[in-house]
């Protein structure tokens, strides 16, 4: 039973067995052919010092190609001045042709008309270029002065130079009576000295070197100060040149200021708008007297600690406690 199973599973078809056999031949075939290929088509074995010897050769010969090529020398292109033709200053169609013959008589190139021109000989153009001259408000001072003329020959110019007549300009005498008096400067009004808190932009002005614009200046600073609280002070005023305040000084009156702040009722708004309070410092002050009660003095105003000696030296003509 065993041995009639085993020859079952080997049993194939007709088919099967052909596709078998087939299969197997070419897989003999596909194994033996290269072995086969090598008897064949024996493979040529190729000389490779040959080889080596044509790749030399060759190159050798490139070598030598080039040695016997030789290239010209680079030669620097040098440019020639060009040749001009020497030509008068204006050239045009007359100056091409044979020099004209004037007729001139004597006359003033400053003063001679267009028609004297013309009757000389000269044409349209060289009239129009002489009257355009002296249009712009030239003039010929000496005889040679008419040959610049731009467009006239040399020989228009030799033709009327023996005519041309121009007056001898008369040298300026000056006498006592018609030299002009020196100006003179004008004086400022005698100063009497003002006072530094009560002077108006007028009365500003009549000090030297203090015109409108530095009255203005300085009146404005005092007014912001709430007045001068020394002469000094006012050489502080902002632009104003140190060297113009050393000249005012001696006319200036010190006087009391006119307007001071009481820091205990004063609002920030009030001291900050002073010239020497920042607003960080009006508001610290505001704050310390709202927390510690109102100042009795200078030295209490100290205590806020935003504020410096210098600061409350400044100060102190314009508090009030």
Do not use: C
Not at 144 to 154: A, H, M, P, R, V
Not at 247 to 266: G, W, Y
């Amino acid at each position: 039973m065993i041995k009639k199973e085993f020859f079952n599973f080997f049993y194939h078809f007709k088919e099967e067995r052909g596709s078998a056999l087939g299969f197997i031949f070419l897989s003999f075939l596909i194994f033996f052919l290269p072995i086969f290929y090598s008897y064949l088509m024996p493979t040529k074995n190729i000389e490779l010092a040959n080889f080596d010897e044509e790749i030399s050769q060759l190159r050798e010969d490139i070598r030598a190609k080039k040695a016997k090529k030789t290239y010209p020398p680079n030669k620097k292109k040098t440019y020639q001045p060009r040749k001009w033709k020497k030509t008068s200053a204006y050239s045009n169609k007359e100056d091409t042709k044979a020099a004209v013959v004037l007729q001139p008589f004597s006359f003033d190139p400053n003063t001679a008309t267009e028609a004297d021109f013309l009757k000389m000989g000269l044409s349209n153009r060289r009239v129009k270029t002489i009257l355009n001259f002296r249009n712009k408000g030239a003039k010929f001072y000496k005889n040679e002065d008419f040959k610049k003329i731009y467009g006239l020959t040399d020989s228009e110019y030799e033709q009327l130079a023996p005519f041309i007549k121009i007056p001898e300009r008369k040298k300026k005498v000056y006498t006592p009576e018609s030299v002009s008096k020196p100006k003179l400067v004008k004086q400022k009004p005698e100063v009497v000295k003002i006072d530094i808190n009560q002077a108006t932009e007028a009365d500003w002005q009549k000090l030297h070197g203090i015109g409108p614009y530095y009255a203005k200046k300085i009146v404005n600073f005092r007014d912001k100060l709430g007045g001068f609280s020394s002469v000094e002070q006012v050489g502080s005023t902002y632009g104003l040149k140190d060297s113009t305040f050393q000249i005012i000084k001696t006319f200036l009156v010190k006087s009391p200021v006119f307007k001071k702040i009481n820091v205990n009722t004063a609002s920030v708004e009030e001291l900050k708008s002073h010239p020497y309070l920042k607003w960080q410092q009006a508001k610290t002050v505001i704050k310390y007297r709202e927390n510690h009660g109102v100042f009795a003095s200078i030295h209490e105003l100290g205590k806020v600690g935003v504020l410096s000696d210098a600061d409350l030296d400044r100060l102190a003509p314009y508090i009030e406690f």
